[in-house]
């Protein structure tokens, strides 16, 4: 499957900003679906994940209450709304797929086959 990631742009603190993974090849109900990023001089880090079939998610604690994942199987496509920008958010993400016939929603980027372009997100304070 390939990705790409798109929605990046600079906002200011306390704005929102809806990022979109498009995908491509095979069913993409057939993968658990990622989001990651790294920072400036930062190591890459998990930020949500969702199931195959979307009931399961999960969240890096520095987001929980302010980022949401969802996904649309039918339009191959996944989402993070991400809202109450902080500068601390500043990064580049990206969006990676999972193979899987569970309803995991893995936190470990290792655990990711795939991976998109990354988009940069730009947060001013």
């Known amino acids: 499957v390939q990705l790409q990631a798109s929605g990046g742009g600079l906002v200011q603190a306390g704005d929102s900003l809806r990022l979109s993974c498009t995908t491509s090849g095979r069913t993409f109900s057939d993968y658990a679906m990622g989001w990651f990023r790294q920072g400036p001089e930062k190591e890459r880090e998990f930020v949500a994940s969702i199931s195959r079939g979307g009931r399961v998610t999960n969240y890096a604690p520095s987001v929980k209450g302010r980022f949401t994942v969802s996904r649309e199987n039918a339009k191959n496509a996944g989402y993070l709304e991400m809202n109450s920008l902080r500068a601390e958010d500043t990064a580049v993400y990206y969006c990676?797929?999972?193979?899987?016939?569970?309803?995991?929603?893995?936190?470990?980027?290792?655990?990711?086959?795939?991976w998109g372009q990354g988009t940069l997100v730009t947060v001013s304070s």
């Open positions: 990676a797929a999972k193979t899987t016939v569970t309803g995991d929603a893995p936190s470990r980027d290792r655990e990711y086959g795939y």
